[in-house]
């Protein structure tokens, strides 16, 4: 068994920064500092982005076309979720890496309907009068299904966790913490883009949520 690296920094960064932001969004919601909230919105859009662009040209754990499987094997692998197993898998296995893309959806329309609202009592984009009462009723609606469903993705994420590491001695968290997990001699590390595609790509971020929050 060897240690090899298959989380870059960019990726653990933005794994703990959104749940840092998401639990601030919490807070600043129930402590009633809109004004806070909002700027989480605007963070936490900025790292969504971030991340659907990384999941196409950032390191090769991080890809989508690297982690997503067919939905039979995701299947196939939650089949056998309580079988103790060494694991084998470099990056997301075949049912997490739906679940990523299932947590960022619901980050995405959640940051999207927020601008919105946020524009529609505060400021006033180029979208807010030509929406019809309804259809922003609606997207005011969908802020507050999103986040409830943000927040069962969220739970099951944490339950997966939990049973990775107590039915199949599977410890997922450290090597998002460290970066590093112990595999077979056999497997070969990822590629992993450098910093300054990150930095690129994290620009790319801030300037596509500011147009968004101008526009909306």
């Known amino acids: 068994m ?18 840092v932001l998401v639990a601030a969004a919490y807070a600043t919601w129930r402590l009633n500092w809109m004004d806070w909230h909002a700027r989480v919105g605007y963070a936490l859009l900025v ?18 076309a690297r982690f997503l499987a067919a939905p039979r094997a995701a ?12 694991d084998r898998q470099v990056g997301h296995n075949p049912a997490g890496g739906w679940m990523v893309l299932l947590l960022l959806a619901l980050l995405l329309g959640e940051t999207l309907t927020g601008i ?15 929406v019809p009462a309804p259809i ?9 299904v999103f986040w409830d469903a943000l927040l069962a993705a969220v739970a099951l994420h944490v339950l ?14 450290l090597p998002m913490i460290t970066g590093r997990k112990t595999l077979t001699p056999g497997v070969q590390p990822p590629t992993l883009a450098g ?20 526009f909306l």
Do not use: M
Request: aromatic share 12%; hydrophobic share 55%.
């Open 136 to 144: 922003a009723n609606l997207i005011d609606a969908l802020h507050t």
């Open 75 to 86: 299947a196939r692998h939650l089949a056998h979720v309580f079988r103790r197993e060494p």
């Open 116 to 130: 919105y609202v946020n524009n529609d009592v505060a400021d006033h984009g180029p979208l807010t009068e030509l």
């Open 160 to 173: 997966a966790i939990a049973v990775y590491w107590t039915a199949k001695r599977q410890n997922l968290v």
């Open 195 to 214: 910093p300054a595609r990150a930095l690129l790509l994290l620009g790319c971020g801030v300037l596509t949520a500011a147009a968004l929050a101008n």
């Open 47 to 64: 790292l969504v982005v971030f991340r659907l662009l990384w999941g196409f040209f950032g390191s090769e754990t991080a890809r989508f």
């Open 2 to 19: 060897r240690k090899i690296v298959i989380w870059d920094a960019p990726t653990r960064l933005f794994h703990w920064l959104t749940a």
